[in-house]
Every structure is written in structure tokens, then in C-alpha cells.
């Protein structure tokens, strides 16, 4: 059996990893899974590729990632339990497989994101206002 090593989350290589390996569980989870699946429609390596620029803006600083990750999101059948689940697969890749500063970062900035997001969909639901309009 081949031990798990733990690695520093510093190069975009590190990065493609953690988001392969999160986005694994949720194509698996059984709450969240079928909401991707259902707006990806199959299109996979197209988001990937997204996120993995994603990530690599926000932890590496190296700007690869351009636009505004809120608007694909606004519109989506998810609540706090959503956020709490996408929190919880996230958090739990990070904590298997990466250590150290931008692994501590990169729990920080999804926490951070999951929550700004959720407030701004509630406040849209609660309002029954559009987010782009």
C-alpha cells in the first residue's frame, strides 16, 4: 500500500491536483453532484480548466483567471446546505493531501467564498431581484 504524501500547495501542478481530486467527490456526492452535473451538462474539462486558473490567480497570484465566478452561480437551485456540502468536500481534499501556507489560505478564501455567495443569492431570493439585471 502506497502511503499518501501530504503536499505543499505552491505550483499550479498542486494546484490541478487539489482541484481534480475535489471535484471527484463531487461529481460522486449525491447532494451537490447532480446540481454540477446538471449545469456542466458533461462539459467537465472546460470547467476544470476554468478552475484550475481559478485557483492559480487566487493562491499563486499568477493572473490566468479572468472574469467574475459569482454570475454562473446566482441562479442555481442551492441553499446553505449546498454551500455547507461543497465547504465540507473541500476542506476534507485539502486537509488529505496538502500542508502548509497557501493549503491554510486556500480553507480560508472557500470559506469566504461559500459564505459571500450565499448572502448574495439569499439577498437576491429575498428580495426577488435578478443578480445581473
Do not use: C
Not at 493562491?59 to 461543497?86: C, M, N, R, V
Amino acid at each position: 500500500m502506497v502511503k499518501n504524501e501530504k503536499e505543499d500547495l505552491d505550483s499550479l501542478d498542486q494546484i490541478i491536483k487539489l482541484v481534480d481530486l475535489f471535484y471527484g467527490k463531487v461529481k460522486e456526492d449525491n447532494l451537490i453532484g447532480p446540481i454540477f452535473e446538471d449545469r456542466i451538462k458533461g462539459h467537465w474539462d472546460k470547467h476544470l480548466q476554468k478552475m484550475y486558473t481559478f485557483w492559480q490567480t487566487v493562491l499563486l497570484a499568477e493572473h490566468t483567471y479572468y472574469g467574475s465566478p459569482f454570475p454562473p452561480h446566482a441562479k442555481l437551485p442551492i441553499d446553505k446546505k449546498h454551500f455547507e456540502q461543497w465547504l465540507l468536500l473541500f476542506q476534507e481534499t485539502l486537509r488529505e493531501n496538502f500542508f502548509g501556507e497557501k493549503a491554510t489560505e486556500a480553507l480560508w478564501r472557500a470559506a469566504k467564498m461559500a459564505e459571500m455567495f450565499q448572502i448574495k443569492i439569499d439577498y437576491y431570493r429575498d428580495n426577488n431581484i435578478s443578480p445581473l439585471g
